[in-house]
Every structure is written in structure tokens, then in C-alpha cells.
């Protein structure tokens, strides 16, 4: 199998497992979605979710959250890792969307990454996901699963997201970056049982 033919079964497979994307983590808009992907770094996104219903709740808007103290912003998410850290950039996030924003999420990779603890992969998560721009958010499930399946031979997120985007078409990006982290974790997740996992077989054994 070409590296080509690879990228296409990928699509293909996916696309019949996958027919529906729901976005893993809960939200109601721009903002919630922004913050809840930032609350997601070295956190699963069952526990985001177990804690932004309260955290939503206190202050679903920037105008809210910068208007909470760091120390309450932690108490919140004080469940999920580096909360220390997310606290204090939730709330500088949330001062700079009122500022420079008027308290609404910008829809520039730039200016999403110009925010407090948003990098590229949050950015492009709420570029595609929140208004449907194509972009292709790599993290290390992604990663992993490019490198196993042959598709990359990137040495890092970034390398791994410029050879995504060059292998499959820009209209699949927003569909497939989801697709490809389900298909992890139901089939080949990091750490466990690789039995299930059928298409990394059906791509190298040819």
C-alpha cells in the first residue's frame, strides 16, 4: 500500500465507523467550548466534563470569569490537572476577551493564540469546531496513531499536522481529526489491549 492508498483507507474506514462527530467536550458556545479545550490539556475530556457544568454555571461568559477571583476559578476545577496554572489563565483569558474582544471569542488563529493558555491545538480546535474553518488539531492521539499507521514520519505535533494536511483533503479536516481520536481510544488506545485494533493491520500488512 502506497502512503496515498493508506491516507484513503483511513478516510474510508473511519468514515463507516464514524458517520456522526459529536465534539467529545461539552459546551454551548464559542467561549465554553474555548475554555473547556484549554481545561483539556493532561486531562481526559470525561473529566473536563465533570467539572465545567459548575464552572459554566459560576461564569458561562468572559464577563463573569474575569470578575472571579484566581483562587475561585482553582477551587472550580481544582479536580483536573495543572489547575493552578488554568485558573490563573482562565482568568487573564477571560480579561483579555473583554478588552480587546468585547467578550466575544475571536475566529483569527493569531488572536486565539495571543490568549493566555490557548496554544495552536486549542486554536485549532476552536477554529474548526466553533466556526467550521478547516484546521487539523494534532495531539499526542493523533500523533501516535499517524506514526503507527505510516502516514508521518514527523517527529512532533507540528510536523505531524503539516503532513495531515498535505495526505488528506481540506473539506475532511474538521471530520477526520475526531474520527481518527475515537478510532484511539475505542480501538488502539496508548496503553492496552492492541487486539481490536483492525486498521493498523489492514494498513501494514499489505
Do not use: C
Amino acid at each position: 500500500m502506497t502512503k496515498k492508498q493508506r491516507a484513503e483507507t483511513v478516510m474510508m474506514e473511519l468514515e463507516k465507523l464514524y458517520p456522526e462527530v459529536p465534539i467529545p467536550l461539552d459546551h454551548s458556545d464559542p467561549y465554553t467550548l474555548l475554555v473547556a479545550v484549554a481545561l483539556s490539556a493532561q486531562t481526559t475530556d470525561k473529566k473536563v466534563n465533570q467539572i465545567t457544568p459548575k464552572l459554566f454555571e459560576v461564569a458561562g461568559d468572559p464577563f463573569r470569569m474575569k470578575d472571579l477571583e484566581v483562587d475561585e476559578i482553582k477551587y472550580l476545577i481544582k479536580e483536573i490537572g495543572l489547575a493552578n496554572n488554568k485558573a490563573k489563565n482562565l482568568k487573564k483569558m477571560a480579561e483579555l476577551l473583554v478588552e480587546r474582544h468585547n467578550g466575544e471569542v475571536p475566529k483569527t488563529f493569531e488572536e486565539l493564540e495571543a490568549l493566555p493558555g490557548v496554544g495552536h491545538k486549542t486554536a485549532s480546535v476552536v477554529m474548526s469546531q466553533a466556526f467550521g474553518v478547516p484546521a487539523f488539531p494534532v495531539d499526542t492521539h493523533i500523533h501516535r496513531l499517524m506514526k503507527q499507521w505510516k502516514l508521518t514520519s514527523g517527529k512532533n505535533v507540528v510536523e505531524t499536522e503539516h503532513d495531515a494536511k498535505k495526505l488528506f483533503p481540506k473539506e475532511v479536516w474538521n471530520r477526520l481529526h475526531l474520527q481518527i481520536i475515537f478510532y484511539g481510544r475505542e480501538y488502539s488506545p496508548a496503553r492496552g489491549n492492541q487486539d481490536k485494533d483492525f486498521l493498523t493491520k489492514m494498513l501494514l500488512e499489505k
